[in-house]
Antibody, heavy 118, light 107 residues
């Protein structure tokens, strides 16, 4: 059974940093691209960032480019999102998502909530 | 960047009705289009990929069509458990943008 478990969310002040993690199991992690998708309270889905199986290609939404860094450790079956210079508008539930045979997402974690507020 | 739009933003229909949701890309994306269902308080669920390929386990009342810039998601006979927000997503290239969503409820 595929499982994606996010952690690392919490309340953080504007301008500070946070690192999210996603622990994956139940599939061959190093054969799939992985992504972060977020959802602000009461709002729609926003793709944040994606990384290929070997970290050879990395992409970001314009809204986070230069502030967020995605990475993965295939030996640990883990995905990460380092978030710097956080803003109030980054407040959201952050989902880890597994890409299928294309950058669409067949499995999602339960999400970890990030709240940016003073 | 390619923009994704959906219409309507919300709809209310009766059980058994045929429901159609439209997704439009600002530029052609071939068939690199996925549809997701998100029930209230739940995680998004993949329904369709490659514009018309039903994900395993998804009821056959769901179908998708389209190519290029115009796509549709159809529920052939709306059921109470279909109350949800539906999102399209382009995945031909980054950014892998979602549409704004269409909220479906029961009349």
């Amino acid at each position: 059974e595929v499982q994606l478990v996010e952690s690392g969310g919490g309340l953080v002040q504007p301008g500070r940093s946070l690192r999210l993690s996603c622990a994956a199991s139940g599939f061959t992690f190093d054969e799939h691209a992985m992504h972060w998708v977020r959802q602000a309270p009461g709002k729609g889905l926003e793709w944040v960032s994606g990384i290929t199986w070997n970290s050879g290609s990395i992409n970001y939404a314009d809204s986070v480019k230069g502030r967020f860094t995605i990475s993965r450790d295939n030996a640990k079956n883990s995905l990460y999102l380092r978030m710097n210079s956080l803003r109030a508008e980054d407040t959201a539930l952050y989902y880890c998502a597994k890409a299928s045979n294309g950058d669409f997402f067949d499995y999602w974690g339960q999400g970890t909530l990030v709240t940016v507020s003073s | 960047d390619i923009q994704m739009t959906q219409s309507p933003s919300s709809l209310s229909a009766s059980v058994g009705d045929r429901v159609t949701i439209t997704c439009r890309a600002s530029q052609g994306i071939s068939n690199y289009l996925a549809w997701y269902q998100q029930k209230p308080g739940k995680v998004p669920k993949l329904l369709i990929h490659a514009a018309s390929t039903l994900q395993s386990g998804v009821p056959s009342r769901f179908s998708g069509s389209g190519s290029g810039t115009d796509f549709t998601l159809t529920i052939s006979s709306l059921q109470p458990e279909d109350v949800a927000t539906y999102y399209c997503q382009k995945y031909n290239s980054a950014p892998f943008t979602f549409g704004p969503g269409t909220k479906v409820d029961i009349k």
